[in-house]
Nanobody, 124 residues
Framework: QVQLVESGGGAVRPGGSLRLSCVAS????????MGWFRQAPGKEREFVAA????????FYHDDVEGRFTISRHNGRSTVDLQMNDLKPEDTALYYC?????????????????WGQGTQVTVSS
């Protein structure tokens, strides 16, 4: 049974940076597309970023393009999200997710495994 555990959330001022990390236990990590999603209070969960099994291809929501970077280390079964120039509207519960059926990104609805989430709060 594959499990995902996130870490690295916290509180930061606007313009600051945070790095989220997710470690996967069990399964064949390099075979999975990995992604990050977020859910703000009163809003639906939304796609943030995804990375293919090989790490060659990355995808971003328009709102974070150029500020966030997703990366993975298959040897350690980890996927990270480096978040720079954070804004108050980035405040949300951030979830790590996996599409265990594919190595190539197939859209945000393909993810079938989720972590518990880590809170990111951006406030002055």
């Amino acid at each position: 049974q594959v499990q995902l555990v996130e870490s690295g959330g916290g509180a930061v001022r606007p313009g600051g940076s945070l790095r989220l990390s997710c470690v996967a236990s069990g399964g064949s990590f390099s075979h999975y597309v990995m992604g990050w999603f977020r859910q703000a209070p009163g809003k639906e969960r939304e796609f943030v970023a995804a990375i293919s099994g090989t790490g060659v291809n990355t995808f971003y929501h328009d709102d974070v393009e150029g500020r966030f970077t997703i990366s993975r280390h298959n040897g350690r079964s980890t996927v990270d999200l480096q978040m720079n120039d954070l804004k108050p509207e980035d405040t949300a519960l951030y979830y790590c997710a996996a599409d265990t059926d594919r190595r190539w990104y197939n859209g945000p609805t393909s993810f079938n495994l989720w972590g518990q989430g880590t809170q990111v709060t951006v406030s002055s």
